[in-house]
């Protein structure tokens, strides 16, 4: 079964530019979460989807969206990147909804904003 | 406003010694996950424990429940090499829908 994977591992974007992220879920899983992950902040929430519906928010300002297509796979938008958007987005699947739903998390893709 | 804090922060120990992380809250979590998160790669689920005082073993990993629920703590024997990682502990709070993390123990073991 493949895992999660997430699309492109590296990127390099200045100030100012948007960025467009990509996850495909494991076959038949359902719900997508996404998280920063930055040293020394650990994993912060950014958002779930479940059924092409966003069904949780973290803290995060608006320049940050996404969303979920019919087939679960999700892509995550950021808009006027700044510096402090550098870091680590992890996307993770799940079979079902909930937060006692065990995650299973791609490698992420390494944001670096200049 | 749920937290979880991880100690130490950091471990650097020999090859063959043993260790305990802690992953600790004044909250009561319905669940508490643990995940190892390798260098490159993302975090991944090693252990999930539910019931208060519930020890679960996986090969020289023991995981332990705080009877309250309200802590939880990775004890590795003889630790080798392959275990140097991220150990990320995420709880079931009150949110149904978003786990609470710890900022992570970063581990090394020297060969």
């Known amino acids: 079964k493949a895992g999660v994977t997430q699309t492109p591992r590296y990127l390099i974007k200045t100030r100012g530019q948007q960025v467009t992220l990509s996850c495909s879920p494991i076959?038949?899983?359902?719900?997508v979460s996404w998280y920063q992950q930055t040293p020394g902040q650990g994993l912060q929430f950014l958002f779930e989807?479940?059924?092409?519906?966003?069904?949780n928010k973290g803290n995060f300002p608006g320049r940050f969206s996404g969303r979920q297509f019919s087939n679960s796979r999700s892509e995550m938008n950021v808009s006027t990147l700044e510096l402090g958007d550098s870091a680590l987005y992890l996307c993770a699947s799940s079979p079902r909804t909930g937060n006692n739903s065990p995650l299973h998390f791609g490698n992420g893709t390494r944001l670096t904003v200049t | 406003t749920q937290l979880l804090e991880q100690s130490p922060q950091f471990l650097s120990i020999q090859e063959g010694e043993n260790l305990t992380v802690y992953c600790n809250s004044s909250s009561v979590f319905s669940s508490l996950q643990w995940y190892r998160q390798e260098p490159g790669e993302g975090p991944v689920l090693l252990v999930t424990?539910?019931?208060g005082g519930e020890v679960k073993k996986l090969k020289r990993l023991t995981f332990q429940f705080g009877d309250a629920r309200k802590d939880s703590s990775l004890h590795i024997t003889a630790a080798q090499p392959g275990d140097t990682g991220l150990y990320l502990c995420a709880g079931e709070g009150d949110s149904n829908y978003q786990l609470i993390w710890g900022a992570g123990t970063k581990l090394i073991i020297k060969p």
């Open positions: 424990v539910v019931t």
């Open positions: 076959s038949g899983h359902r719900s």
């Open positions: 989807y479940f059924s092409e519906t966003q069904r």
